[in-house]
Every structure is written in C-alpha cells, then in structure tokens.
C-alpha cells in the first residue's frame, strides 16, 4: 500500500506518460496512480501504449485500478487539465479516432509541442520507427511474449530480494542492455527519431515505445524518451520555465516508490529530487 498523503502536489506546465500497459499483470498501476496524485500540469500528454491491446486480446484482465487510472485521467480533464492521447501500436485501434474527444482526452496521431522557452517538440509513440513492429508482426508477438517471460522473473527476484533486504533490480532491463542486437537497436531508434524531429523542423523529440528513459543531445536535437511504468516508472515534465526533468517514481526498497530524479534538469548542476 503507497500512502504518502503528507506530500504536496508538484505542478508543472506540461507532463509526458507512456507505456503504462493498462490490462497487463505487470504494469505498476499503483505507483502511477501515486504518481498522479502528487503531480499535476496545465497539460498531461500520454505518449502511447497507455492501455495493452494485444495482452486483453490474449486473455481479459481488467482489475480496478485500472479503471481508477482511467477515471483519475478523467477527473482531471474536468478541471482544466488538457489531456492529449497520442496512440502507440499496442493500442492502435484508437488511431482510428484522430481529432476526437472523449470525455474531454484529445486524441492525435502525433503533435509539435512549444515549450514555455518557444522550442518545439515532436511528440509520437515512435513504433511507426520499429522495423520489427512495422515489417515482421508476428515476431512483434514473439518478442513482446519473451519480455511477458522477463517480467515473470522480474516478479519472482523482487519478491526475493525484498525478503532480503535488497533494493528493486529488474531483471528484464539488465538482460536487455546485455543483448548487443538491443544496444544497437535502441541507439539506432533514437538516431532516427531524432532525424524525423530533425525533418520536420522540430528543435527536439518526446518519445516512448523502447522503455528506455533517457534525455541526451543528438547532433543537435534534443532526443527525450519518457520509459515507461512496467520496469523504470517514469514521466517527463517541463517545468514553467521550458526545462524539462526526468522523474523516477519507483520503489527502491521494494516495498514504496521513492521519487527521485534521474540524471538533472536541464540548466541547473545538481539534479532536484521529485
């Protein structure tokens, strides 16, 4: 149970979620709804895979907290908040609905967003990037199955080490910057992301997709990932000033999520813990 009621609501201008994976037994729900509770903006873009298609096509799992996700979303639109819905290919089927609201969520293919300092960003999920998921469908099945397998064993090692006294350590993040093929393949994806920011003549780009939190410069385009709330449990937020920070809302001691910044925030030396 995540109880940190005494904590106060950061507000920023604009924050960035994706790869929730609602409907999928491994998604950190609970760390989310945590998160939106103590985190607020004038704009919430939820970069893709929000809600796991393919998992509730396998098999239905649909428990509470996901609804409670759904309706926190929801709320706050009502309040002011302008929530936009960028789609990603797990959940598709709602790029079919361009242009379209519901219950006050934007819904868009992809958008340029002008920070507060007027730099503006690509904002897209990024698998129309993924060879793998464009060309080869069914080995997009395989894979996503053997990262099913990864996060089992993910579940299984926590759950040890928390009896142990250990900090959180994920097992399927570590296996996957082992592999040289997914090296190269997340280097590769970020470069040409980075050119289609680049294209379209945009000073940066905010993605999601590889579940791979990361802010860095390339050749002068500011490439941000935002991770994703499976493994890292991370969000991209731009603070009023047009600087970005990324933050981490996972449980280092296994049992509660300890905010915390990862890298810095750009223009300062030391980085701000969340």
Same mark, same amino acid.
């Given at each position: 149970?995540?109880?940190?009621?005494?904590?106060?609501?950061?507000?920023?201008?604009?924050?960035?979620? #994706?790869?929730?994976?609602?409907?999928? /037994?491994?998604?950190?729900?609970?760390?989310?709804?945590?998160?939106?509770? @103590? @985190?607020?903006?004038?704009?919430?873009?939820?970069?893709?895979?929000?809600?796991?298609?393919?998992?509730? /096509?396998? #098999?239905?799992?649909? &428990?509470?907290?996901?609804?409670?996700?759904?309706?926190?979303?929801?709320?706050?639109?009502? /309040?002011?908040?302008?929530?936009?819905?960028?789609?990603?290919?797990?959940?598709? *089927?709602?790029?079919? *609905? &361009?242009?379209?609201? *519901? $219950?006050?969520?934007?819904?868009?293919?992809?958008?340029?967003?002008?920070?507060?300092?007027?730099? /503006?960003?690509?904002?897209? @999920? $990024?698998?129309?990037?993924?060879?793998?998921?464009?060309?080869?469908?069914?080995?997009?099945?395989?894979?996503?199955?053997?990262?099913?397998?990864?996060?089992?064993?993910?579940?299984?090692?926590?759950?040890?080490?928390?009896?142990?006294?250990?900090?959180?350590? #994920?097992?399927?993040?570590?296996?996957?910057?082992?592999?040289?093929?997914?090296?190269?393949?997340?280097?590769?994806?970020?470069?040409?992301?980075?050119?289609?920011?680049?294209?379209?003549?945009?000073?940066?780009?905010?993605?999601? @997709?590889?579940?791979?939190?990361?802010?860095?410069?390339?050749?002068?385009?500011?490439?941000?990932?935002?991770?994703?709330?499976?493994? #890292?449990?991370?969000?991209?937020?731009?603070?009023?000033?047009?600087? *970005?920070?990324?933050?981490?809302?996972?449980?280092?001691? $296994?049992?509660? &999520?300890?905010?915390?910044?990862?890298?810095?925030?750009?223009?300062?030396?030391? &980085?701000?813990?969340?």
């Amino acid at each position: 149970m995540l109880v940190r009621d005494n904590m106060d609501t950061r507000h920023f201008r604009t924050l960035f979620i #994706s790869d929730v994976h609602l409907g999928s /037994k491994a998604a950190k729900v609970d760390f989310l709804l945590d998160f939106l509770k @103590h @985190h607020d903006a004038d704009t919430i873009f939820l970069v893709g895979d929000i809600v796991d298609g393919w998992r509730l /096509k396998r #098999s239905w799992y649909w &428990p509470q907290d996901c609804n409670d996700v759904v309706q926190k979303l929801l709320r706050k639109a009502r /309040k002011g908040t302008r929530v936009i819905y960028i789609p990603g290919n797990h959940d598709e *089927f709602l790029r079919d *609905f &361009p242009g379209t609201h *519901f $219950g006050g969520i934007e819904v868009a293919e992809r958008m340029m967003h002008e920070t507060a300092d007027g730099k /503006k960003y690509l904002v897209l @999920h $990024g698998d129309e990037f993924d060879v793998v998921v464009r060309n080869a469908r069914l080995l997009a099945y395989l894979g996503d199955w053997a990262y099913d397998m990864a996060i089992m064993i993910n579940i299984g090692l926590a759950a040890i080490r928390r009896k142990m006294g250990m900090p959180y350590w #994920s097992f399927s993040a570590w296996a996957k910057l082992q592999v040289k093929h997914a090296v190269n393949f997340i280097g590769e994806f970020q470069r040409v992301v980075a050119d289609e920011a680049r294209k379209h003549g945009a000073d940066g780009v905010i993605c999601g @997709h590889i579940h791979h939190a990361v802010m860095e410069d390339m050749d002068g385009i500011r490439y941000i990932n935002t991770g994703d709330w499976v493994e #890292s449990c991370t969000a991209i937020a731009e603070h009023q000033d047009g600087t *970005f920070e990324l933050i981490e809302w996972r449980s280092m001691s $296994g049992i509660q &999520p300890i905010p915390m910044a990862i890298g810095h925030r750009e223009k300062e030396v030391a &980085p701000q813990a969340a």
